[in-house]
């Protein structure tokens, strides 16, 4: 089984940063692209960011010059820098990572538990 567990959430004010981490586990062979998604009350779960394996990038239009994903040297850790944030940044975010679980075999995605973020204005 695979686990991603995010961490550094929390509460900061508008025009604040925070930095947002995910860790995968378990019997992972390789992974392949790894993201963040988002989701705030009443609205459907959205894209932030993702990174492949080989450091590709690609930002929400709302997040783009803002917020920056990275991966970790181990490749099984990623990274989300969010500067200049604002009120509407607030939703629980979510990490999602593209997982091979042996050579040559089908990859599955898998989820975290989430992480809320609260910007107050």
């Known amino acids: 089984q695979v686990q991603l567990v995010e961490s550094g959430g929390g509460l900061v004010q508008a025009g604040g940063s925070l930095g947002l981490s995910c860790a995968a586990s378990?019997?992972?062979?390789?992974?392949?692209?790894m993201g963040w998604f988002r989701q705030a009350p009443g609205k459907q779960r959205e894209l932030v960011a993702t990174?492949?394996?080989?450091?590709?990038?690609n930002y929400a239009d709302s997040v783009e010059g803002r917020f920056t994903i990275s991966r970790g040297n181990a490749k099984n850790t990623m990274y989300l820098q969010a500067n200049s944030l604002k009120p509407e940044d607030t939703a629980i975010y979510y990490c999602?990572?593209?997982?091979?679980?042996?050579?040559?075999?089908?990859?599955?995605?898998?989820w975290g538990q989430g992480t809320q973020v609260t910007v107050s204005s």
């Open positions: 999602n990572a593209v997982v091979a679980l042996r050579l040559d075999g089908a990859k599955y995605s898998y």
């Open positions: 990174i492949t394996s080989g450091g590709i990038t």
């Open positions: 378990g019997s992972i062979f390789s992974i392949d692209a």
